[in-house]
């Protein structure tokens, strides 16, 4: 019995990350193609199908489900029926993708030399918002920002895609700014921290 458990753990943890994948696919065709009225025909749609599963029918089957669950929970607009069906991205729906993306945004490697400046992320998120605060903060945390302050942090590189992504996601223009500073002073524990020479 204790066994069966974890398997069982495992299949939900699975079958959700699956439907994940799905929602993100589904709304990620509708921001490239705008409005789809077949969607087979979707930019991107056999690479997107592949990821679903390896059998193009049950792709097919799993997104168009997707697609469905999608307009009942308003993150779709449908109009007309079967084939002659369009799907149409909402803003909620661009918001749940900006969410699941900003959720899985991982910073690529630093391929460009340091250009000297730092960047300083500073916010006011209210105290109304606090868990969107402490994903925000958890995300520059996991991304390898340094925290400065409670609610400044500091960075070397161009961070501005995920700056834009966060607003999103969350509607944070109001309470983030972005700085770009030529020095910071007593800046060698940043300099240590980020295994840079100036």
């Not at 019995?1 to 509708?30: D, N």
């Not at 997104?63 to 069906?85: A, C, H, I, M, Y």
């Amino acid at each position: 019995m204790t066994k069966a458990r974890p398997r069982q753990k495992k299949a939900a943890t699975e079958a959700k990350t699956q439907k994940g994948l799905v929602i993100q696919i589904a709304l990620g065709l509708l921001m490239v193609a705008g409005t789809l009225t077949i969607i087979a025909l979707a930019p991107g749609i056999g690479a997107a199908l592949k990821m679903l599963d390896p059998n193009p029918r049950k792709a097919m089957d799993k997104l168009e489900r997707g697609l469905r669950r999608l307009s009942q929970s308003g993150d779709l607009e449908v109009e007309g029926t079967g084939k002659n069906s369009r799907y149409r991205i909402t803003p909620t729906g661009a918001q749940r993708l900006a969410r699941l993306r900003f959720a899985e945004y991982t910073y690529p490697p630093h391929t460009k030399k340091w250009d000297g400046k730092w960047r300083l992320v500073c916010f006011d998120i209210p105290e109304t918002e606090q868990y969107v605060r402490k994903l925000f903060q958890s995300k520059l945390s996991d991304i390898g920002f340094y925290r400065l302050q409670n609610s400044v942090f500091v960075f070397p590189y161009e961070c501005s895609e995920l700056i834009n992504l966060a607003d999103q996601a969350f509607d944070l223009e109001k309470y983030v700014r972005v700085a770009l500073v030529e020095r910071i002073d007593n800046e060698q524990h940043l300099l240590n921290f980020f295994c840079l020479k100036r």
